[in-house]
């Protein structure tokens, strides 16, 4: 008979998981199997389980993460006669588990800072030497800015000088002038019959005829044209 085929579950198990390299822990971190499960799984341990009847859930979760062929791991299981577990078996597989929960050792850098460094990082700096008062400072100087701009804002003097302004902007409309009306300068008036010219104020300036009326603008403009003065 091959060895292969003469060799148990657990065996089989644990020659599948070599070839692929793989811890059991990380087997148990993926498939939520305990690392005792494990161990007592590769060891042909059936004892080791509450319930005997979850082998096989347990079995095709390892198969499944492993990537190996799930029926005849079950059929190996199934022909596998009830064995108890052998004390080498265990011992195989415990040395891998202890590796793997082993904490790395650590290691001390082997650089180190500057004195000047160190040194710095010891001495806080100016800001958080005196925070508390620059904070208070600040808050001094926040508040009487505060304080000067509602004091400026409803101080009386604001308002009296604000009105002041107002009244001298108004200009009350009784003391606005208004503009003397235009003088209406009257015109000379000629009398084309008699070729004479009258002048406002005169005793026929406004006793002329209206078809005969003839207006000039000044004096001189009705001489030009050929009038004559009036006596009267």
């Keep these: 008979m091959d060895k292969k085929e003469r060799e148990t579950l657990g065996a089989y198990l644990r020659r599948e998981r070599e070839a692929r390299e793989i811890k059991l822990t990380a087997i148990s971190k993926a498939t939520k199997i ?4 494990l161990v007592a799984l590769e060891a042909d341990d059936q004892d080791a389980f509450p319930d005997k009847k979850a082998v096989p859930d347990y079995l095709k979760r390892y198969c499944r993460y492993l990537l190996m062929d799930e029926q005849d791991a079950l059929k190996r299981f199934e022909l596998q006669p009830v064995r108890h577990c052998l004390p080498e078996a265990i011992e195989t597989c415990l040395p891998e588990v202890i590796d793997d929960l082993m904490p790395l050792p650590v290691v001390a850098p082997s650089y180190v800072l500057p004195q000047t460094i160190i040194s710095s990082a010891k001495e806080p700096s100016i800001f958080r030497k005196y925070r508390l008062v620059f904070i208070s400072v600040g808050t001094l100087v926040l508040m009487f800015v505060i304080f000067s701009g509602l004091l400026f804002y409803f101080h009386p003097l604001r308002d009296r000088a604000a009105k002041t302004d107002a009244i001298k902007v108004e200009v009350p409309r009784a003391a606005v002038k208004s503009p003397a009306p235009a003088v209406r300068k009257e015109k000379v008036i000629g009398n084309r019959d008699s070729k ?6 005169m005793k026929y300036y406004h006793h002329i005829e ?3 009326r003839v207006y000039f603008d000044s004096e001189a403009a009705a001489i030009r044209a050929g009038y004559h003065k009036a006596p009267r």
């Design 210 to 212: 209206a078809h005969h």
């Design 34 to 37: 305990s690392l005792p499960l």
């Design 196 to 201: 004479r010219y009258h002048l406002p104020g």
